[in-house]
């Protein structure tokens, strides 16, 4: 997707949002039940833009939802794109480039994820505090989209205040929250093994097959950035089980509860957080 193309897709979602959003929260694999806890929703289908397909993968309802939530204005994106499907860089943080331009101040990300680290069972909530990009793309390689740096840094691509606040929300709410590096790679392979050992090597925590071109497209943006991970199963190897997508799903709608009583909190009071 082009400037152009983007900036015809955005007018488009402009016209049917009720207000400008101050937050944009993008919802993964099994954990989209937060959007329908939504106020006054607005919904509008991915595939009902210029430009946009449909979400295609399980657990993904594939709609923007706009509306209040905890008090705020939110824009939330249920489902997401991903490289493997075949669908460019530029589609991918598509999503994320109109959150911005629609007026959005800091984006929440959330995705499923393998546990790399042994002690990351099931359910773990992980704040992501870094990032390994191991997908073999860069959703800035090409034109430079306008407003956007040519070369932004990433020394803190998750905002420190907001991964502050993140850790004082779940304590306060008594919800246990890990922190760890998430390794961003291609897919739709589960990883062998071998590869597994390779990424605890190299310092990963967690692994999955999104967010990372998400968190570069909303830096180069000027969007603030905080983002958990929940841990829907033990890595390849890590206990010698084969791994399903039914059991992320299964394991998003078990921690429906606990997860979605930290992102309405940490949305509550993003403000807290103060400027970029």
Known sequence: MNPSQLDTATDALRRRLPFEPEIM???????????????????????????????????????????????????????????????????????????????????????????????????????IEDHLNWMGRNPLVGEAFP????????????????????????????????????????????????????????GADAVGMSTVPEVIAANAAGLRVVAISLVTNHAAGVTGAPLSHDEVIAAGAAAAEPFGRLVRALIAQEARAGAK
Request: hydrophobic share 45%; glycine share 14%.
């Open 25 to 127: 929260v993008v919802l993964g694999s099994g954990l989209g039940a937060l959007a329908e806890a939504v106020e006054d929703p607005v919904s509008i289908p991915f595939g009902a833009l210029p430009g946009f397909p449909a979400a295609g993968v399980q657990g993904h309802s594939g709609r923007w939802v706009a509306g209040h939530l905890e008090g705020r204005r939110v824009l939330i994106q249920a489902g997401r794109f991903h490289l493997y499907e075949g669908h460019p860089p530029t589609m991918v943080v598509a999503p994320v480039r109109m959150g911005a331009r629609l007026g959005a101040r800091s984006l929440l990300l959330t995705n499923a994820a393998g546990g790399i680290d042994r002690g990351f069972e099931p359910g773990t909530l992980m704040l």
């Open 147 to 202: 407003g956007e740096p040519r070369f932004p840094d990433m020394t803190a691509a998750y905002d420190p205040a907001l991964r502050t606040l993140a850790l004082e929300v779940a304590d306060e709410l008594g919800i246990p929250l890990a922190q760890g590096v998430y390794a961003g790679v291609l897919g739709p392979t589960y990883e062998t093994p071998a590869e597994i050992r390779m990424l605890r090597t190299l």
